[in-house]
């Protein structure tokens, strides 16, 4: 799986396929490479394991994309409805009928040298075998230029007679319609939950609860402590006993479960409430610990408490040092510093009312028990301006990203949904805290954002993130956050970071996200998909200018064959001698011109090619991949520029009139990625979870990518643009048609 979540295309009538242009796929995690027309395009994919599956019983033929029991069979239902069983081994869809099959791939001679004799991976590792037409190959004989040409003429005639007597076409067809091999996909499963509640599974009762809109606000809290004697008290019921519809005006005493455990604590703070408010000039005070309510309250008013923030007087911090703990050096602000690492105390700094001073009261713990209490309130408290509070924290740029958020909530420089949504995460995925629920840290951007889901104790983080998000318009941040590359491929699903430094915002996604699904995944609406062949390469058609001798050569060696056996027949059977030998003089003239016919026909500058994806395990010269597809090296293929971490490039000396003319190297070149290669080719004997080295060729840009990956990704899906080239992420391993 991919250290973002991975993606599911919907449910769709038809197997997708991408037009023309060139979508590459995976590096170690995610890879891009060179798209359509422009070299300087870029396109990010990210690889995923050979199955995405879920444990079911024997027998359980519960529809899905594919299911594995404990008795090491499988079961698929394909994208027409068919079930397939079979053994639990590693297996892809094949493009051409969605059947799925064992997963073969063509390796370099140093891979199959190395893991011949201890081979480690799960998949059928073969050589690479040479597609590039025969009548091609025979006929570059002659291509050489010099005296050798003149040598092996007539004996390459004599070969390519036994060929050209097949009428059979010299040039491949077009495939597909000119398209990449299509993904012969379709989830059949309910969502996780869906963008549309129309699409939940009904019999868990999800179709009539919305996504979004669950957690309502609140104008004020629902239970208060009075000042005056520490009452508790439900505000509502207190209205009507005393006939006011005044509200109460109180504050909020903030503080943290690690510092006050005990029952005298919580005396301790009601204390320091009741002093703070009386000193604010209001009639009450608002404690989590007391003002959550009963139960079955607490669940929801929990994910409330940025509204009693926001409808607050003022703020109060109440510190102490722990329990247990001499005087080792845990000062006030250390103690502030602990108070602000905290995941829920971040949303109270920022949702605090603007432009006065927090108030804090510290509990020295050094002091007898009897007097901790009277010392803190007499004592004058500590005021601290909530844009200084940054300095009490460990990092460093803290002070910047908090100061983005108080900017936006002062309104004084306002963040797009995308921006506050990326910026809070990056402030709490830093903090701690006692975990709750397994979503606790994308729950916490509940109180800064307008839409509330309701939280359930099955979401993990990222599926409560994820529904917090198609839940707000957040401006396609799923979408976006997709398409990004981390630079550590198992970083977790909130990692913002980006191998070519791309901002969210830098994404144009081209998918939506239209639902959640189990196991930290998304299901993608709109994605376009190819699949990448990894068997073997295949005759590929290229296309060059419609020149009148290419025209001619190609008629010229069609009807070769014809005039031969028609001049042989009349000669032998007919016994018409004149036009025997006008057609076998014809034929032999076509036939000792057929070298050079054949040469004008493949050679040249090549103006459209057949799109396909051929990966091959290891690394590979360009010479030795165009003399296995192509069948001669015609240097047509060249290294893709920024497509992979592992590409490299620099300026261009073919074109001295160009000063800043880019072009690819040879990753090999480099000692760095030379050295990943000599560890690569190590792990073909280990474990299969370590990196390995993958080249991929694109015949419809002609570029040839270098990357790394635990296993070969097969797949892609294209989500979305950045710059001029476009990101995305793939969904299964796939392969193609078997040779005939």
Not at 272 to 291: D, E, F, K, P, R
Not at 710 to 730: F, K, Q, S, T
């Amino acid at each position: 799986m991919t250290s973002k979540a991975t993606q599911q295309t919907r449910n769709a009538r038809q197997p997708s396929n991408i037009p023309m242009l060139a979508l590459p796929t995976s590096s170690s995690r995610s890879f891009s490479s060179s798209v359509g027309t422009d070299a300087s395009s870029k396109i990010q994919a990210s690889l995923v394991e050979p199955w995405d599956v879920h444990e079911i019983a024997h027998g359980d033929e519960e529809a899905g994309l594919v299911s594995r029991n404990r008795n090491h069979i499988f079961h698929h239902l394909d994208f027409l409805g068919r079930l397939h069983r079979g053994p639990r081994d590693t297996r892809f869809l094949h493009p051409k009928d969605g059947r799925p099959t064992k997963l073969r791939v063509q390796c370099s001679e140093e891979v199959l040298t190395t893991s011949r004799d201890r081979p480690a991976a799960d998949w059928e590792r073969t050589s690479i075998k040479n597609k590039g037409p025969w009548i091609f190959r025979i006929a570059h004989w002659t291509a050489s230029g010099g005296m050798l040409d003149v040598i092996v003429w007539l004996p390459t005639c004599v070969v390519l007679t036994v060929v050209l007597l097949n009428p059979l076409p010299v040039t491949t067809t077009t495939r597909n319609n000119g398209f990449y091999e299509p993904v012969p996909y379709k989830d059949w499963r309910y969502p996780y939950d869906a963008r549309n509640k129309h699409e939940n599974r009904p019999s868990k009762g999800l179709s009539s609860r919305p996504l979004i809109g669950q957690i309502e606000r609140i104008s004020e809290p629902d239970y208060l402590c009075l000042a005056d004697g520490m009452k508790i008290i439900k505000v509502k019921e207190w209205r009507k006993e005393n006939g006011t519809n005044m509200p109460l005006r109180y504050i909020m005493v903030s503080y943290t479960g690690a510092q006050f455990t005990t029952d005298e604590d919580k005396y301790s703070l009601h204390a320091i409430g009741q002093h703070a408010a009386i000193a604010a000039g209001v009639s009450a005070y608002w404690l989590s610990c007391s003002c959550l309510g009963s139960e079955s309250e607490r669940e929801e008013n929990v994910w409330r408490i940025s509204d009693v923030v926001r409808g607050a007087h003022h703020l109060v911090i109440a510190l102490a040092g722990y329990v247990g703990a001499e005087d080792n050096g845990t000062t006030p602000d250390r103690l502030l510093h602990d108070w602000g690492n905290r995941v829920w105390t971040l949303p109270e700094l920022l949702l605090s009312p603007e432009g006065d001073d927090i108030r804090i009261y510290t509990l020295n713990r050094s002091l007898d028990r009897r007097v901790q209490l009277v010392n803190c309130l007499s004592t004058k408290p500590r005021r601290i301006h909530r844009r200084n509070f940054a300095r009490f924290w460990d990092h460093r740029d803290d002070d910047t990203v908090v100061g983005q958020l108080l900017d936006h909530y002062e309104r004084s420089v306002v963040l797009s949904p995308l921006e506050l949504m990326a910026t809070a995460l990056k402030c709490l995925r830093r903090r701690h805290t006692t975990e709750h629920l397994p979503g606790d840290l994308s729950y916490s951007l509940i109180g800064l954002l307008r839409q509330r889901p309701d939280a359930r104790k099955g979401d993990s983080g990222f599926q409560a993130f994820a529904r917090l998000s198609l839940a707000n318009d957040s401006n396609m941040l799923l979408e976006r956050l997709i398409c990004l590359f981390p630079p550590d491929p198992y970083a977790p699903w909130y990692s913002f970071e980006d191998q070519w430094d791309a901002r969210l915002w830098d994404v144009y996604p081209r998918t939506q996200v239209c639902g959640i699904g189990d196991d930290d995944t998304v299901i993608l609406d709109g994605a376009r998909a190819a699949t990448i062949r990894w068997k073997s390469f295949k005759k590929v058609m290229l296309r060059g200018n419609r020149t009148v001798i290419r025209h001619i050569a190609v008629i010229a060696l069609s009807i070769i064959g014809p005039l031969i056996i028609a001049g042989i027949l009349f000669l032998a059977v007919i016994a018409h001698i004149v036009l025997a030998v006008v057609l076998l003089t014809f034929g032999l003239i076509i036939l000792l011109l057929s070298p050079w016919l054949i040469n004008r026909i493949y050679l040249g500058k090549i103006w459209s090619a057949q799109p396909y994806f051929f990966g091959i395990e290891g690394y590979v010269p360009l010479p030795t991949i165009e003399k296995k597809l192509f069948g001669v090296n015609l240097n047509r293929l060249s290294w893709s520029t920024t497509a992979s971490p592992l590409s490299k490039h620099n300026l261009s000396n073919h074109h001295p009139h160009f000063a800043n003319h880019c072009e690819g190297q040879d990753p090999r070149s480099d000692p760095g990625v030379n050295a990943r290669i000599q560890k690569a080719l190590q792990s073909t004997t280990t474990a299969s979870q370590e990196e390995k080295i993958f080249t991929l060729v694109d015949t419809y840009t002609m570029t040839v990518t270098l990357f790394a990956a635990v296993r070969p990704p097969v797949a892609v899906l294209a989500c979305g643009e950045e710059g001029d080239g476009i990101e995305d992420r793939d969904a299964g391993v796939l392969e193609d048609e078997p040779d005939p």
